[in-house]
């Protein structure tokens, strides 16, 4: 079986070492590594690549972010945000390029593995993008979501864990559970997986 070959697009080289271990544990192998915007473009020009994951910051300000945007518009593959908690609410700057996940450093390997799982069964059952939009998502819907409800879904398609939830927004992981046992009542469904696979069913819009 092939290994999923994954770009990492950073700057930071102390992250280099921890990525190569944890790839090799999870059974990933990496197709390079690349620390800017012109860098990244040449290199998935001519190289092949399942995912990539990506700095917000790549050697200056918001250029993993015109990255994703470009990833988007050529090349056409998931991508994962690699967040520093550090900096809370630099999520909020590239949702709009609506990536397949987000890693929260300092992260585990059964955290890096499930995000990526998460992210590139997303990528292949998807084909029109999610109007996330509380109103739209309702009236496709066997039962109406609240707000915090859509965002817990929203949080979960995007392949977070509790934890990182709890900590991007401020909510106790008791209290996620909760709310996310309501979200599976609404969506009649038991887990996250059938979670995912009922938002996919529910909510894809044909353009």
């Known amino acids: 079986m092939q290994k999923v070959r994954v770009v990492v697009a950073t700057t930071d080289q102390a992250f280099i070492p921890i990525i190569n271990t944890q790839f090799e544990k999870a059974g990933y192998t990496v197709a390079g590594f690349v620390d800017s ?50 900096m809370p609410g630099t999520h909020k700057q590239f949702q709009h390029t609506r990536p397949g996940g987000i890693l929260h450093l300092p ?15 997303n990528f292949a059952n998807s084909s029109y993008p999610i109007q996330w939009e509380l109103e739209i998502v309702n009236s496709q819907l066997p039962s109406s979501l609240t707000e915090q409800e859509l965002e817990l879904l929203q949080d979960i398609f995007d ?22 046992q309501n979200v599976y009542k609404k969506l009649h469904v038991l887990n996250r997986p059938e979670a995912i696979s009922a938002v996919q069913q529910y909510l894809q819009v044909e353009y």
């Open 37 to 86: 915007l012109a860098q990244a473009q040449a290199f998935l020009t001519v190289e092949e690549a399942d995912i990539a994951l990506i700095a917000p910051d790549l050697g200056a300000p918001e250029e993993g972010i015109r990255l994703a945007e470009l990833i988007n518009e050529q090349f056409h593959l998931p991508f994962i945000f690699i967040v520093d908690d550090r």
């Open 159 to 180: 392949g977070l864990t509790n934890m990182q939830i709890s900590r991007s927004r401020g909510i106790s992981v008791a209290r996620i559970k909760f709310q996310l």
């Open 107 to 121: 992260f585990t390997f059964r955290t890096l593995q499930h995000t990526i799982e998460i992210a590139l069964f």
